[in-house]
């Protein structure tokens, strides 16, 4: 038994797609509560807002919205630290990676349709924001990089010199490759759906109900973000957005399946936080905590969101102001198709859970 268990646990190592999610998921750990407590602070500001408790303009809500989306805003700072620590590098140059992807000046050109020439090479627009792949992928590169330099670099220099070197090779890379690869996929994706919508709403709402939660994991997502405003400001409404309520509450079933089938305590807390994260809209503490690092429940999750997405395209559901699906941002969706909008995401929880708790053997938790 015992050397069954080995073996096991050597396919497991070798396993290169494990692998890489056992370091992803092992970099939000350390952070999964606080993201969690961002996400339902951010909810619940929010909502004291949209009922008239707050206003929008008092110092307590601008207080608290800027701590709670500033955590999701800044979200790079934390990952260089906690992929510092996961893959050995140095802490302080980690961090110029994202020092430089959030300066205000290089945010105000990449992320508003403006180019910028690096080495004569052109780096395209791209979100940095909240941005997880980017990051993740430049301290990967960093770590690289760092091994001939504490090599073969003088210790009277290597101080000083270390930084500059990784700086010089790390960020332009950066910049030319791993923060457009979001964009590109994204805007990829996006136009496939406006192909599928045109010719099929139910199909395209399968489509994105099942494909906005991975693209979520890469930053890609944040290209619907433009075409959905475009859209209102032309048409009065948008047709993307209401496609992928059931999504965000397929991950929340299959947290909630998951609190249940974990054995360990913690595991269980983590759980049932992303499962209440989700249930307010925000994914990010189910898929980096629990989904991510449990292919089953990922895939559960989506085939919820795409039921859901099915049910929205069915009724041509619109959003008229520009807002993340949800319970709590459901007036944003008042229009055509509304009862079906909030119906798809009714229905997508309880699907995430069921198809997630029936494979409770084959998860092996």
């Known amino acids: 038994m015992k050397e069954q268990d080995n073996i096991q646990k050597d396919k497991q190592k070798n396993n290169p797609g494990k692998v890489i999610v056992d370091n992803i998921t092992g970099i939000f750990v350390p952070i999964i509560n606080y993201l969690?407590?961002?996400?339902i602070l951010k909810s619940v500001i929010v909502l004291l807002a949209g009922f008239g408790v707050l206003d929008t303009a008092s110092g307590v809500y601008q207080?608290?919205?800027?701590?709670?989306?500033?955590?999701?805003?800044?979200?790079?700072f934390f990952l260089a630290i906690t992929?510092?620590?996961?893959?050995?590098?140095?802490?302080?140059?980690?961090?110029?990676?994202?020092?430089?992807?959030?300066?205000p000046d290089l945010v105000a050109i990449l992320?508003?349709?403006?180019?910028?020439?690096?080495?004569?090479?052109?780096?395209?627009?791209?979100?940095?924001?909240?941005g997880v792949i980017p990051v993740l992928l430049a301290v990967g590169l960093l770590h690289f990089v760092e091994i001939p330099c504490d090599k073969f670099l003088p210790n009277a220099i290597k101080g000083f010199v270390k930084p500059i070197i990784c700086c010089l090779i790390v960020l332009p890379v950066t910049f030319l490759l791993f923060g457009p690869m979001g964009t590109w996929i994204g805007d990829g994706l996006t136009k496939l759906f406006f192909v599928l919508y045109n010719w099929n709403p139910i199909v395209a709402?399968?489509?994105?109900?099942?494909?906005?939660?991975?693209?979520?994991?890469?930053?890609?997502?944040?290209?619907?973000?433009?075409?959905?405003?475009?859209?209102?400001?032309?048409?009065?409404?948008?047709?993307?957005?209401?496609?992928?309520?059931?999504?965000v509450y397929g991950q929340c079933g299959a947290c909630l399946a998951m609190g249940i089938i974990y054995r360990e305590k913690a595991q269980k807390t983590i759980a049932f936080q992303a499962?209440?994260?989700?249930?307010?809209?925000?994914?990010?503490?189910?898929?980096?905590?629990?989904?991510?690092?449990?292919?089953?429940?990922m895939i559960s999750a989506c085939i919820a969101g795409a039921c859901g997405g099915a049910i929205a395209g069915i009724a041509g559901a619109h959003c008229t102001s520009f807002a993340f699906p949800s319970f709590i941002t459901s007036v944003?969706?008042?229009?055509?198709?509304?009862?079906?909008?909030?119906?798809s995401m009714a229905i997508a929880l309880p699907i995430g859970f069921v198809l997630t708790i029936i494979q409770k053997k084959a998860l092996g938790k």
Do not use: C
């Open 111 to 130: 992320e508003h349709d403006k180019s910028l020439s690096i080495f004569g090479l052109t780096a395209q627009p791209a979100i940095y924001h909240s």
């Open 36 to 39: 969690t407590a961002a996400s």
């Open 332 to 343: 944003a969706y008042v229009g055509p198709g509304f009862a079906w909008f909030l119906a």
């Open 205 to 247: 709402g399968i489509f994105m109900g099942f494909a906005i939660q991975p693209m979520v994991v890469i930053g890609a997502h944040w290209s619907i973000v433009p075409v959905s405003i475009a859209s209102i400001a032309a048409n009065g409404y948008d047709v993307i957005l209401p496609l992928l309520g059931g999504a």
């Open 63 to 76: 207080i608290f919205y800027a701590v709670s989306d500033g955590f999701f805003f800044f979200l790079p």
């Open 275 to 297: 499962a209440l994260s989700a249930a307010l809209g925000v994914t990010e503490p189910s898929l980096y905590g629990v989904t991510l690092k449990t292919p089953r429940a």
């Open 83 to 103: 992929a510092a620590k996961q893959w050995k590098t140095d802490m302080f140059i980690s961090l110029l990676i994202p020092v430089a992807m959030l300066y």
